[in-house]
């Protein structure tokens, strides 16, 4: 990723430059095919990243590829980090788990992506998003407890108060664990988190260690 | 005896406090103060982003004053809190929902306001909604909302001048351009998406000497400055974008002269453009200082 070596500073409004001629990041919008920047921060054009090694033959008809433009941003990040976030369909999220009822975990969003969201939004994993597999077998309380750390990916805006977050992958699912005596637990399985003391073992839907 | 148990008042006689104010005034018809400045200059502002750490976002605001005698200059600050989660009972939204309060602190004014807000305080809450509404892009933040809130700490101008004249509304349009600029300021700095700086800036037609004067038209007035003011608009614009946001008219203009309809307006947008580079001036300052202030 080449950024330009003179970063310059942007206003809300100002003229960046034509949406022909780059591709608009987050910070910025469109108006009447012009680039504008929507916030206060350093502007950055990161020039499109080049295919690695020598570029294929072509051996079928491909449709024209637009030619990769580069992508321009305004962001106050290194000036100021108080910039919210919000979760996004997409997004991995770290999350602590308040109340379990049989059909849902109810979450709190704590971290989204790389950053720690100052607010504090409301997730929602309904048992069918627990796991890929064997959907209709999912027990709540089997996959999750008050208390654990979760990462979850977002599905959906939800509804008013909740985002739908999902764990139907091997990487998503509890990360941290605490037993029913108190200790932090350590993954065994797939679905077995285990106390290091009383050596008893809890259910969960464990998270792949990457 | 006296009864112990009792905050008892004092014993003996007392008087009213007079302020010195209030005897300058009944000795008033002192010389009147006049307009110094060009008709086309706003007074001087100072405004500076950042003043509230607690806040997301946060702006301050000072209008210098000109006139003389017990009128103050305007001076307020605005803070910016979220984008936050909504509470339960609000229903899905799929963009931002913003509020706006505007509070006069209640030693703001000479005469002094209640804690709660009052209906002028609303409305000032309620126009200023709807100036920022046209600048910011609500989609971005599904679910959210934003309280904006504006305490000003001293009200513009001389009350008792303006209450003489019977109305209070050409204070209210001071306050209120100085209000969508200074959240305007604050919105930036929180980091909410903008299409643009929204500025506002006020023109008013007004009379000076005899009544068969030929009125002027003149930016930023001071009502008491003037011997009348006859009427007057608040704009609220986008520069870059050469749009309005807001407009809002108020006097006795005969309907037959559109032409100075239209003169007023544009006056109030060169006045929001004028205030409008105060702005970008300060959020340079903002991003430039705290940017160098990285680097070292």
Redesign the interface.
């Known amino acids: 990723m080449a950024t330009s070596s003179s970063p310059s500073?942007a206003?809300?409004?100002?003229?960046l430059g034509p949406a022909s001629k780059y591709q608009p990041g987050p910070?910025t919008?469109i108006?009447e095919s012009n680039l504008?920047s929507?916030?206060?921060?350093?502007v950055h054009i990161n020039q499109p990243a080049k295919a690695p090694g020598p570029a294929k033959r072509l051996n079928k008809i491909l449709p024209v590829v637009p030619t990769e433009l580069p992508t321009i941003t305004v962001s106050?990040s290194?000036?100021?980090e108080?910039?919210?976030a919000?979760p996004e369909v997409g997004n991995t999220v770290l999350c602590r788990v308040i109340r379990i009822t049989p059909r849902q975990a109810v979450v709190a969003i704590l971290v989204c992506g790389d950053t720690v969201l100052?607010?504090?939004?409301?997730g929602l994993i309904r048992s069918q998003d627990v796991r890929a597999t064997e959907k209709d077998k999912v027990k709540v309380y089997e996959s999750f407890r008050p208390g654990d750390i979760v990462r979850a990916e977002v599905i959906s805006?939800g509804?008013?108060?909740n985002y739908y977050l999902s764990t139907a992958r091997n990487e998503l699912g509890v990360i941290m664990a605490t037993s029913e005596a108190g200790n932090t637990m350590y993954p065994v399985s797939w679905k077995e988190y285990k106390d290091p003391e009383t050596g008893f073992s809890e259910p969960r839907k464990v998270a792949k260690p990457n | 005896m006296a009864d112990r148990r009792r905050i008892n008042g004092p014993v003996g006689t007392t008087v009213a406090p007079i302020f010195e104010d209030d005897v300058a005034q009944e000795s008033k018809e002192a010389p009147k103060s006049t307009r110094s400045r060009a008709p086309n200059a706003i007074r001087k502002m100072y405004l500076k982003t950042g003043v509230t750490p607690s806040a997301?976002?946060s702006a301050y605001l000072e209008i210098e004053t000109s006139a003389k005698g017990p009128v103050s200059g305007l001076k307020l600050t605005c803070t910016v809190h979220?984008?936050?989660?909504?509470p339960?009972s609000?229903?899905?939204?799929?963009h931002m929902i913003l509020s706006a309060h505007v509070k006069y602190a209640p030693f703001a004014t000479q005469q002094r306001r209640g804690y709660i807000r009052d209906q002028t305080e609303r409305d000032l809450g309620t126009q200023l909604e709807t100036a920022l509404r046209g600048?910011i892009?609500a989609d971005?933040?599904?679910?959210?909302g934003v309280d904006i809130i504006i305490s000003i700490i001293e009200g513009d101008q001389d009350r008792a001048t303006s209450k003489s004249q019977g109305d209070e509304t050409w204070d209210m349009m001071n306050a209120l351009s100085g209000c969508v600029t200074v959240a305007s300021a604050a919105l930036?700095?929180?980091?909410i998406?903008?299409?643009?700086?929204v500025a506002a800036g006020v023109a008013a037609l007004v009379q000076d000497g005899s009544a068969d004067s030929s009125p002027t038209i003149v930016v930023d007035p001071i009502p008491s400055e003037h011997e009348k003011v006859l009427g007057a608009c608040c704009i609220a614009y986008?520069?870059?974008?050469d749009e309005i946001t807001n407009l809002w008219f108020k006097g006795n203009l005969p309907a037959s002269e559109m032409d100075l309809y239209n003169q007023l307006v544009d006056r109030g947008i060169e006045a929001s453009r004028s205030a409008n580079q105060v702005l970008?001036e300060c959020?340079?300052e903002?991003?430039?200082g705290?940017?160098s202030g990285?680097v070292s």
Do not use: M, N
């Open positions: 500073i206003i809300p409004g100002q003229l910070g919008h108006h504008y929507s916030l206060l921060g350093v106050r290194g000036v100021s108080k910039r919210e919000l100052e607010a504090e939004w409301q805006l509804d008013q108060a | 997301s976002g979220g984008p936050r989660s909504l339960k609000t229903p899905f939204s799929p600048a892009i971005r933040w599904p679910k959210s930036a700095d929180a980091g998406d903008c299409v643009d700086t986008l520069p870059t974008r970008v959020l340079g903002t991003i430039g705290a940017a990285q």
